[in-house]
C-alpha cells in the first residue's frame, strides 16, 4: 500500500485524457483509484480476470461481451488509457456543451459513439455486421441456457441440490431455441433494408433513430 | 593502585542506571496498566491521548491539503466514496422504458424484444465496472483525514519540514516506546493465560473453578486490550450474553475476540490450529469447555451442528461466541450471515462492533498480511478504538426459516453499528460468485419475453 504514491498519475497524462475523453479532473483521479484497486496484480494494466472478479459484473449476463469491449482486437490486457477511452462512451451528453470546439472530432460519448459501442456487443466477429446467427447467440446470454441443459449440467457437477433443481425446473422460464429463433428473424426482417439479411451500422441507427439513447447509455457522476 | 585503575567507574554507573530504569519501568507497567487491568479499572490515561492525537491529525491532514494547492500536486481521493449515481431501478421497469421512448408502434401491441433492450446491461455492467458494492469491502477503508501513518497514506510527499519532522517523531514514539511496550504486555497476558488456565484445570468441576475460570480470562484479556491500546466504549450492556444464548457479531478481524472477550465470558468456537494458537487453546479448555474442532470435523455440518446443540442445552456452559459472516470484512459493510447458527434454536444476542479507523485500521486483510505482521501493525499503529453495542435477544419467530432469521439479525447489527446491509457472501473475497444469480436475471429477462407472447395469442 506505501507504493500507492509512486503511481499517482502525472499531470500531463491526465491533461491528456481529459483532452481525448472528456472527463474531469477530479472524475479522472477518482477512477484512477478503481483502476488501481482493480489492478490485483499491480502492473498498470488489467486483464479480464480483473473484471471478472466484480461480482455484481459477473452475474450481468452480457458481463462477458462488456469486458471484451475494453480489449482492442487480440489483445489481453488493457491500460488505463484504454480503460478510460471505454468508459468515457458512458459520459453524460450534456456535459459537451462547455467545450464546444467545431475542429475537434467526434466525442467519444457522441449519441452515434454510443450506438456504436451497443452495436459492438451484438457484433460477435468484428465484421461491422449482426447476422441472425449472432443475433442469435446474443439472444441467449440474455435469456439463458435452455433450462433443462443447464439442469443436467448441474446434476452432472454436484448432486446435493438436486430436488431443489427440479422444483426449479417447474416454475423456471423456458424458451427453446425455435422461440429464439423466430424472434431473431423478426428482427432482422423489420431492420434490414438493404436485403443481405444482415443489420449494418446504419441500418442499426436507424431501428434505434427514437430511443432515447443519450439517458439510456449515460451514467452520472456525482462529482 | 593497579587493581583501582582497572575498575571502570563508568561500567558501575552505566549498570546502576540500567537497572534503575528497568525497575521503575516495570513499576509503571505494573501500577498503571497490569493491576488495573486485573480490577478492571482505568485510569483514563488513553482518553485523554485519543483526544490529543485528534488534534494533531486534524492538523496534519489541513496542512497536506494546503501543501498540495500550493504545489499544483493532485491529490488522491479515496475511492470508497460513491463516484456514480445509480439508478434503483429494476430490470423490467427499465426496459419497458427504454422500449416506450423508442416505439413507433402504438403502446397496446408490446413488442417482445427489441435490440434496445441491450443499453439496460450495457449501462448497469460498466456501472459495476466504475463502483460496485464488493470488491471494495475486501479492503482497508481510505481516510479522508491523515493519521501520520505511511501506511495509510497516498499523499505523503515532503510537503513541509514541520510534518514531516511530526511524522518521524511519531515513528519513533510508535516503534521506539509504544511497540515494545505493547509487545511486553502481550506476552505477559498470553503467558498468564496459559499458565494459569492449566493450573485451574487441575480443580474438580464446580462453582470455584468457574468462579476462577471466570476472572483468569477476563484478566489475561484485558491485560491484551490494554497490549493493543484499545480505547472501547461498551453501549447497552444490559444486553450481554447469557448462558445457554449464541452471541453473533460482525467480523473484521481476530482482535474481535479479545473486545467482547474482554467484557464478558464466552465459549469460543473453532478450528484447532498448530503452533502457540494450538498451545493456547488446548489449555483454555482445561479451564472451561471452550469448543474446537479438528480440521476434519469442520467440513461436516451436522457434526458441528450437533456439538453446537449439545452446549446451549447445557446451561451452566457460557454463551457461545460465533462470527456468521465466517470471514474478516472491513468493517464498512456487514455481508451474509452463513445460517448454521440460526438453526441451532437457541436465543440470538446480536452484537455490532464499529471500529475508528482514524488510530488504526483494524481490518485484518488475509491475503496481504500474515497474522504475526498484522499483529505487528495493530501494536505500531496508534490506538485501535472502537464501540460495541449489545442489541435485545431475538428469537426465531413463526414462519421464519433460517435465512430470514438471520437476514433480521444481520439488518439489525447493520443499523446499529452505521454499516451497509449487504446480500453479498463474504466468500467472494476468495471465491466465484454463484452462477445462481446470472440465472436470475437470465428467468427475469426472459419474463419478459415470453410474457408477452402469451398477451398475444390470448389477444
Given at each position: 500500500?506505501?507504493?500507492?504514491?509512486?503511481?499517482?498519475?502525472?499531470?500531463?497524462?491526465?491533461?491528456?485524457?481529459?483532452?481525448?475523453?472528456?472527463?474531469?479532473?477530479?472524475?479522472?483521479?477518482?477512477?484512477?483509484?478503481?483502476?488501481?484497486s482493480?489492478?490485483?496484480g499491480?502492473?498498470?494494466t488489467?486483464?479480464?480476470?480483473?473484471?471478472?472478479?466484480?461480482?455484481?459484473?459477473?452475474?450481468?449476463?452480457?458481463?462477458?461481451?462488456?469486458?471484451?469491449?475494453?480489449?482492442?482486437e487480440?489483445?489481453?490486457?488493457?491500460n488505463?488509457r484504454?480503460?478510460?477511452?471505454?468508459?468515457?462512451?458512458?459520459?453524460?451528453?450534456?456535459?459537451?456543451?462547455?467545450?464546444?470546439?467545431?475542429?475537434a472530432?467526434?466525442?467519444?460519448?457522441?449519441?452515434?459513439?454510443?450506438?456504436?459501442?451497443?452495436?459492438?456487443?451484438?457484433?460477435?466477429?468484428?465484421?461491422?455486421?449482426?447476422?441472425?446467427?449472432?443475433?442469435?447467440?446474443?439472444?441467449?446470454?440474455?435469456?439463458?441456457?435452455?433450462?433443462?441443459?443447464?439442469?443436467v449440467?448441474?446434476?452432472?457437477?454436484?448432486l446435493?441440490?438436486?430436488?431443489?433443481q427440479?422444483?426449479?425446473?417447474m416454475?423456471?422460464?423456458?424458451?427453446?431455441?425455435?422461440?429464439?429463433?423466430?424472434?431473431?428473424?423478426?428482427?432482422?426482417?423489420?431492420?434490414?433494408?438493404?436485403?443481405?439479411?444482415?443489420?449494418?451500422?446504419?441500418?442499426?441507427i436507424?431501428?434505434?433513430?427514437?430511443?432515447?439513447?443519450?439517458?439510456?447509455?449515460?451514467?452520472?457522476?456525482?462529482? | 593502585?593497579?587493581?583501582?585503575?582497572?575498575?571502570?567507574?563508568?561500567?558501575?554507573?552505566?549498570?546502576?542506571?540500567?537497572?534503575?530504569?528497568?525497575?521503575?519501568?516495570?513499576?509503571?507497567l505494573?501500577?498503571f496498566?497490569?493491576?488495573?487491568?486485573?480490577?478492571?479499572?482505568?485510569?483514563?490515561?488513553?482518553?485523554?491521548?485519543?483526544?490529543?492525537?485528534?488534534?494533531?491529525?486534524?492538523?496534519a491532514?489541513?496542512?497536506?491539503?494546503?501543501?498540495?494547492?500550493?504545489?499544483?500536486?493532485p491529490?488522491?481521493?479515496?475511492?470508497?466514496?460513491?463516484?456514480?449515481a445509480?439508478?434503483?431501478?429494476?430490470?423490467?421497469?427499465?426496459?419497458?422504458?427504454?422500449?416506450?421512448?423508442?416505439?413507433?408502434?402504438?403502446?397496446?401491441?408490446?413488442?417482445?424484444?427489441?435490440?434496445?433492450?441491450?443499453?439496460?446491461?450495457?449501462?448497469?455492467?460498466?456501472?459495476?465496472?466504475?463502483?460496485?458494492?464488493?470488491?471494495?469491502?475486501?479492503?482497508?477503508?481510505?481516510?479522508e483525514?491523515w493519521?501520520?501513518?505511511?501506511?495509510?497514506?497516498y499523499?505523503?510527499?515532503?510537503?513541509?519540514?514541520?510534518?514531516?519532522?511530526?511524522?518521524?517523531?511519531?515513528?519513533?514514539?510508535r516503534?521506539?516506546?509504544?511497540l515494545?511496550?505493547?509487545?511486553?504486555?502481550?506476552?505477559?497476558?498470553?503467558?498468564?493465560?496459559?499458565?494459569?488456565?492449566?493450573?485451574?484445570?487441575?480443580?474438580?468441576?464446580?462453582r470455584?473453578?468457574?468462579?476462577?475460570?471466570?476472572?483468569v480470562?477476563?484478566?489475561?484479556?484485558?491485560?491484551?486490550?490494554?497490549?493493543?491500546?484499545?480505547?472501547?466504549?461498551?453501549?447497552?450492556?444490559?444486553?450481554?450474553?447469557?448462558?445457554?444464548?449464541?452471541?453473533?457479531?460482525?467480523?473484521?478481524s481476530?482482535?474481535?475476540?479479545?473486545?467482547?472477550?474482554?467484557?464478558?465470558?464466552?465459549?469460543?468456537?473453532?478450528?484447532?490450529?498448530?503452533?502457540?494458537?494450538?498451545?493456547?487453546?488446548?489449555?483454555?479448555?482445561?479451564?472451561?469447555?471452550?469448543?474446537?474442532?479438528e480440521?476434519?470435523?469442520?467440513?461436516?455440518?451436522?457434526?458441528?451442528?450437533?456439538?453446537?446443540?449439545?452446549?446451549?442445552?447445557?446451561?451452566?456452559?457460557?454463551?457461545?461466541?460465533?462470527?456468521?459472516?465466517?470471514?474478516?470484512?472491513?468493517?464498512?459493510?456487514?455481508?451474509?450471515?452463513?445460517?448454521?447458527?440460526?438453526?441451532?434454536?437457541?436465543?440470538?444476542?446480536?452484537?455490532?462492533?464499529?471500529?475508528?479507523?482514524?488510530?488504526?485500521?483494524?481490518f485484518?486483510?488475509?491475503?496481504?498480511?500474515?497474522?504475526?505482521s498484522?499483529?505487528?501493525?495493530m501494536?505500531?499503529?496508534?490506538?485501535?478504538?472502537?464501540?460495541?453495542?449489545?442489541l435485545?435477544p431475538?428469537?426465531?419467530?413463526?414462519?421464519?426459516?433460517?435465512?430470514?432469521?438471520?437476514?433480521?439479525?444481520?439488518?439489525?447489527?447493520a443499523?446499529?453499528?452505521?454499516?451497509?446491509?449487504?446480500?453479498?457472501?463474504?466468500?467472494?473475497?476468495?471465491?466465484k460468485?454463484?452462477?445462481?444469480?446470472?440465472?436470475?436475471?437470465?428467468?427475469?429477462?426472459?419474463?419478459?419475453?415470453?410474457?408477452?407472447?402469451?398477451?398475444?395469442?390470448r389477444?
Amino acid at each position: 500500500m506505501g507504493s500507492r504514491a509512486s503511481t499517482l498519475l502525472r499531470e500531463e497524462e491526465i491533461e491528456e485524457i481529459k483532452k481525448e475523453t472528456g472527463f474531469s479532473h477530479s472524475q479522472i483521479t477518482r477512477l484512477y483509484s478503481r483502476f488501481t484497486s482493480l489492478d490485483k496484480g499491480e502492473n498498470g494494466t488489467l486483464s479480464r480476470e480483473d473484471f471478472q472478479r466484480i461480482p455484481e459484473l459477473a452475474i450481468n449476463p452480457l458481463g462477458d461481451r462488456i469486458i471484451n469491449a475494453f480489449f482492442p482486437e487480440g489483445e489481453d490486457q488493457v491500460n488505463f488509457r484504454g480503460f478510460m477511452r471505454t468508459l468515457a462512451h458512458f459520459r453524460p451528453i450534456e456535459d459537451n456543451e462547455k467545450n464546444k470546439d467545431p475542429t475537434a472530432s467526434e466525442p467519444l460519448n457522441s449519441r452515434t459513439n454510443k450506438l456504436l459501442f451497443a452495436f459492438r456487443l451484438y457484433d460477435l466477429d468484428r465484421d461491422d455486421k449482426i447476422s441472425r446467427d449472432e443475433l442469435l447467440q446474443v439472444l441467449r446470454m440474455m435469456v439463458g441456457l435452455n433450462m433443462f441443459v443447464s439442469q443436467v449440467l448441474r446434476m452432472m457437477v454436484g448432486l446435493n441440490m438436486f430436488v431443489s433443481q427440479v422444483l426449479r425446473m417447474m416454475v423456471g422460464v423456458n424458451i427453446s431455441d425455435e422461440q429464439l429463433g423466430s424472434i431473431a428473424d423478426r428482427t432482422i426482417q423489420e431492420a434490414d433494408q438493404n436485403g443481405d439479411n444482415s443489420i449494418s451500422f446504419n441500418e442499426f441507427i436507424k431501428v434505434l433513430e427514437k430511443v432515447d439513447v443519450e439517458q439510456k447509455m449515460s451514467i452520472r457522476f456525482l462529482h | 593502585m593497579v587493581l583501582f585503575l582497572d575498575f571502570n567507574p563508568f561500567d558501575n554507573l552505566l549498570c546502576i542506571l540500567l537497572g534503575i530504569s528497568f525497575t521503575v519501568w516495570f513499576t509503571l507497567l505494573l501500577v498503571f496498566i497490569i493491576v488495573p487491568a486485573i480490577f478492571g479499572v482505568s485510569f483514563g490515561i488513553r482518553q485523554l491521548y485519543m483526544k490529543t492525537l485528534l488534534k494533531i491529525f486534524e492538523w496534519a491532514t489541513r496542512r497536506i491539503e494546503r501543501g498540495a494547492k500550493d504545489k499544483n500536486h493532485p491529490l488522491h481521493k479515496p475511492y470508497s466514496n460513491a463516484i456514480i449515481a445509480k439508478e434503483p431501478t429494476s430490470l423490467e421497469e427499465e426496459i419497458k422504458e427504454i422500449r416506450r421512448s423508442g416505439s413507433n408502434r402504438d403502446l397496446d401491441s408490446a413488442s417482445e424484444f427489441e435490440m434496445s433492450d441491450i443499453f439496460y446491461f450495457c449501462r448497469r455492467g460498466v456501472e459495476s465496472i466504475m463502483d460496485d458494492e464488493v470488491t471494495k469491502r475486501f479492503s482497508a477503508e481510505e481516510l479522508e483525514s491523515w493519521n501520520l501513518l505511511t501506511r495509510s497514506n497516498y499523499n505523503f510527499q515532503h510537503i513541509s519540514l514541520r510534518l514531516t519532522v511530526l511524522w518521524g517523531l511519531g515513528v519513533v514514539i510508535r516503534y521506539g516506546f509504544l511497540l515494545p511496550l505493547r509487545v511486553t504486555l502481550a506476552f505477559t497476558g498470553v503467558g498468564l493465560l496459559v499458565v494459569l488456565t492449566s493450573i485451574i484445570g487441575f480443580l474438580p468441576n464446580g462453582r470455584t473453578k468457574n468462579f476462577l475460570s471466570e476472572k483468569v480470562h477476563l484478566m489475561c484479556y484485558r491485560i491484551c486490550v490494554r497490549a493493543l491500546t484499545a480505547i472501547i466504549t461498551y453501549h447497552d450492556s444490559e444486553n450481554k450474553p447469557k448462558n445457554g444464548g449464541i452471541c453473533v457479531a460482525n467480523h473484521t478481524s481476530p482482535i474481535d475476540v479479545i473486545i467482547l472477550a474482554s467484557d464478558g465470558c464466552y465459549a469460543m468456537v473453532g478450528q484447532i490450529h498448530g503452533g502457540l494458537m494450538g498451545v493456547i487453546q488446548k489449555s483454555m479448555v482445561k479451564a472451561c469447555p471452550h469448543i474446537w474442532f479438528e480440521r476434519s470435523e469442520v467440513k461436516d455440518r451436522h457434526l458441528v451442528a450437533k456439538r453446537l446443540s449439545d452446549h446451549v442445552e447445557d446451561k451452566t456452559k457460557l454463551p457461545i461466541l460465533i462470527f456468521p459472516e465466517g470471514t474478516c470484512i472491513n468493517n464498512t459493510s456487514v455481508m451474509m450471515f452463513k445460517k448454521g447458527s440460526f438453526e441451532i434454536g437457541s436465543t440470538v444476542y446480536p452484537v455490532a462492533i464499529k471500529y475508528d479507523p482514524r488510530f488504526g485500521d483494524a481490518f485484518w486483510n488475509s491475503s496481504q498480511f500474515g497474522m504475526v505482521s498484522y499483529l505487528l501493525r495493530m501494536m505500531s499503529s496508534w490506538a485501535i478504538v472502537c464501540s460495541v453495542w449489545y442489541l435485545p435477544p431475538m428469537s426465531r419467530e413463526e414462519g421464519e426459516d433460517a435465512v430470514q432469521f438471520a437476514n433480521r439479525v444481520k439488518a439489525a447489527i447493520a443499523r446499529q453499528g452505521g454499516l451497509v446491509d449487504l446480500l453479498w457472501d463474504g466468500g467472494l473475497k476468495r471465491g466465484k460468485v454463484k452462477d445462481t444469480f446470472k440465472e436470475e436475471q437470465q428467468k427475469l429477462y426472459s419474463k419478459m419475453l415470453v410474457g408477452t407472447q402469451e398477451d398475444r395469442s390470448r389477444s
